[in-house]
C-alpha cells in the first residue's frame, strides 16, 4: 500500500464537523424543547429496534472478539504497529500501567457494585435469586459485561488505528481504515462520514458516561455532607467540571491532567486496598478464584445469549446497554490505545490489552461487589434495598455496611466521592480532545477554538439528556448511537483484514526506537 497523506491532505475537514455539530444540534434541541415527546420518541425508538440489536450486537462482538484474537494467535502476530524496524515507545511497565488506567473510570465505579447486586436478584441464569448460586452467577455477568469481549471491541478499533497510522503513514482517524477499498477517495465524502459517526457515538458514550458520573457524585455529596440529591446538584457538577475540562483542553497545559490521571491509580489502589483489609478478604479471593473459573465456563453461553426464547427485557437492559455502551466509547479509548502502543507487535498487543485490563477489573468487581454480596448473604443485608431505591448508591450502602469506624467510612467515601470526581474530569477533558483529534484529520493539536467548542458540547448535551430523563434516556441514546458506528466498525475489520493481504509472513527484524511519543492529552510529552 503506498503512502498518500500529503499537505494537501491535512487541512481540517469541514464536513464532518458539520454533520456531527447538525446531529447534535437537533438532539439538543429536541431534548429542550419536547422534553417528554423526546424521552418518549428515544424509548419508542429504542424498542423497536430492540430485535434487532439484541442479535447484531451479539453477533458483532462476538466476531470481533474471536477476530482479534485470531490477530494475536494467527498468521500476522508479528506485524507491527509501526515499521519493521521500530520498537515499541514504551517499555512494557509504562504501557502495562497505562492499559491499567485506560481499564478503570467512572463506569466501573458506578456499576461494579450495582451490576452484581441487580443480578443477585434473579437473571436468566439464575432464575431463584437471592441465593449462592444467584450471587456467583451475578459475578460472572458482571464478569462477563466488563471482560474479554468489550476489550476486544476497543482492541479491534486501537489496531486499525495504529496500524494505518503507523504502518501506512495514514490519518490517525477511522477514515483510513477504509484505504483499501475506495484509496485516496478517504479524504471525500465517504471518509469524512465515517469520521462523524464516529465522532457521533464518541460524544454520546461520553454523555453517558459523564451522566453516571454526575449522579454518582451528587449521591456522594448527599452522603458525606448531606447536600439534598437533586437534578439541580447533577446539573452543577456537571457544569464545574465541563469549566475545568474547557480550561484544560484550551490552555494545552497537560501537567495538570497528567497529575489527576496518576492521583487516579492511587485513590484507586488506596480505596481497593481499604475494602480488601476492612471487607471479608477471604470472601473475596475465593470468589475471584471461583468465578474466573465460572467465567471461562460459561463464556460461549453468555457470548451468544440472545434471549430469544425468554420473555423480559434483561438483555435489552443490560448486555445490549452495555455493548452499545462500549461500541460507542471505542473510537476515544481505541485511539488513546493505539498511541500508547506505537512499535509493538500484534501478538503482544492484543495479549496485553485483553488479559491486563480484564484481570484488574476482575479484581475490582470481585473485591468491591464481593464485599456488597457477603453482606446480603453472611451479614444481613439491605445493600439490595438501598441499591433498588437508588442505584447511584451501590457503592456509598456497601461502604455504610462495613464493619469499619465512622470516620474511617467518612474517609473512604471522601476519597470515592474525589476519585469518581477525577475520572469525571480526565474523561472530559480527554474525550473533548478526541473528538477534535478526528474532526481535524488526525492532527494531535487542533484548534483552540475547536477544543473549547465540543468541550463545552459535550457538558451541554450531558446536561441536556439529564434534564430530558436522566439515565434511562442516557441509556437509550447510546444504544442507538453505537449502531450506526457498529457498522463503521465491521467497514474497519475488512478494511484492515485486506491490508494485512499484502503484509509478509515473516517475523520483523528487532527495532530500534527511532521518536518518542508524544501524548497530549497525558502529559507524556512533556519532561
Not at 491532505?9 to 419536547?34: D, E, K, V, Y
Not at 443485608?381 to 441499591?387: E, L, N, S, T
Not at 455504610?400 to 470516620?407: D, F, Y
Amino acid at each position: 500500500m503506498r503512502n498518500v497523506i500529503g499537505n494537501s491532505h491535512l487541512q481540517q475537514p469541514i464536513l464532518p464537523s458539520l454533520f456531527s455539530i447538525g446531529a447534535i444540534g437537533l438532539t439538543l434541541a429536541g431534548a429542550l424543547i419536547w422534553q417528554s415527546e423526546f424521552a418518549y420518541a428515544l424509548a419508542y425508538v429504542s424498542s423497536s429496534v430492540d430485535g434487532l440489536l439484541r442479535w447484531w450486537y451479539v453477533a458483532l462482538v462476538a466476531f470481533l472478539t474471536a477476530f482479534v484474537l485470531w490477530l494475536g494467535l494467527g498468521r500476522y502476530k508479528n506485524v507491527r504497529l509501526g515499521k519493521d524496524y521500530e520498537q515499541p515507545e514504551y517499555r512494557l511497565f509504562p504501557w502495562l500501567a497505562m492499559l491499567f488506567a485506560a481499564g478503570t473510570g467512572v463506569g466501573l465505579l458506578f456499576w461494579s457494585i450495582a451490576e452484581p447486586i441487580m443480578h443477585f436478584q434473579g437473571n436468566p441464569f439464575a432464575p431463584e435469586g437471592f441465593t449462592p448460586s444467584a450471587a456467583s452467577t451475578a459475578i460472572q455477568l458482571s464478569f462477563f459485561h466488563w471482560g474479554l469481549n468489550g476489550w476486544a471491541i476497543f482492541a479491534m478499533v486501537a489496531i486499525a488505528f495504529g496500524y494505518f497510522s503507523y504502518r501506512q503513514d495514514l490519518p490517525l482517524a477511522p477514515r483510513s481504515a477504509l484505504f483499501p477499498f475506495i484509496g485516496e477517495k478517504i479524504f471525500g465524502f465517504w471518509g469524512h462520514l465515517v469520521d462523524a459517526l464516529a465522532v457521533f457515538a464518541t460524544v454520546f458514550g461520553l454523555a453517558t458516561t459523564l451522566g453516571l458520573g454526575a449522579r454518582q457524585t451528587g449521591t456522594g455529596l448527599k452522603w458525606l455532607f448531606s447536600v439534598e440529591a437533586s437534578l439541580w446538584v447533577e446539573l452543577s457538577v456537571v457544569t464545574v467540571v465541563t469549566m475545568i475540562a474547557t480550561i484544560s483542553v484550551v490552555s494545552g497545559v497537560r501537567r495538570g491532567v497528567k497529575i489527576l490521571s496518576e492521583m487516579n491509580l492511587w485513590l484507586t489502589l488506596v480505596l481497593l486496598a481499604a475494602f480488601m483489609v476492612i471487607g471479608p478478604f477471604d470472601y473475596m479471593a475465593g470468589l475471584l478464584v471461583q468465578e474466573i473459573g465460572g467465567y471461562l465456563d460459561n463464556l460461549l453461553v453468555m457470548t451468544f445469549y440472545v434471549g430469544a426464547n425468554e420473555p423480559g427485557n434483561w438483555q435489552s437492559t443490560w448486555t445490549v446497554f452495555f455493548w452499545g455502551w462500549w461500541l460507542a466509547w471505542s473510537p476515544f479509548v481505541g485511539l488513546f490505545i493505539a498511541r500508547i502502543s506505537r512499535g509493538r507487535t500484534l501478538r503482544e498487543f492484543v495479549f496485553g490489552v485483553l488479559l491486563l485490563p480484564t484481570l484488574v477489573t476482575f479484581v475490582w468487581i470481585a473485591v468491591m461487589g464481593g464485599a456488597a454480596l457477603h453482606s446480603e448473604l453472611f451479614s444481613g443485608g439491605g445493600i439490595v434495598d438501598a441499591v433498588n431505591k437508588d442505584i447511584a448508591y451501590a457503592l456509598f450502602a456497601t461502604i455504610e455496611h462495613l464493619g469499619a469506624p465512622e470516620s474511617l467510612k467518612f474517609v473512604m467515601g471522601l476519597v470515592a466521592t474525589l476519585l469518581i470526581g477525577i475520572y469525571f474530569i480526565t474523561s472530559a477533558d480527554s474525550g473533548a480532545l478526541v473528538v477534535n483529534i478526528i474532526l481535524s484529520g488526525g492532527k494531535l493539536e487542533p484548534p483552540k477554538a475547536s477544543r473549547a467548542g465540543w468541550a463545552i458540547a459535550n457538558g451541554v448535551l450531558t446536561a441536556v439528556l439529564l434534564v430530558a430523563g436522566g439515565i434511562a434516556v442516557l441509556q437509550d441514546a447510546v444504544i442507538l448511537a453505537a449502531l450506526p458506528f457498529s457498522l463503521v466498525i465491521v467497514a474497519m475489520t475488512a478494511g484492515l483484514l485486506k491490508a494485512l493481504h499484502h503484509e509478509p509472513l515473516v517475523a520483523p527484524r528487532e527495532g530500534c526506537k527511532q521518536h518518542r511519543a508524544a501524548e497530549p492529552w497525558t502529559g507524556a510529552d512533556q519532561a
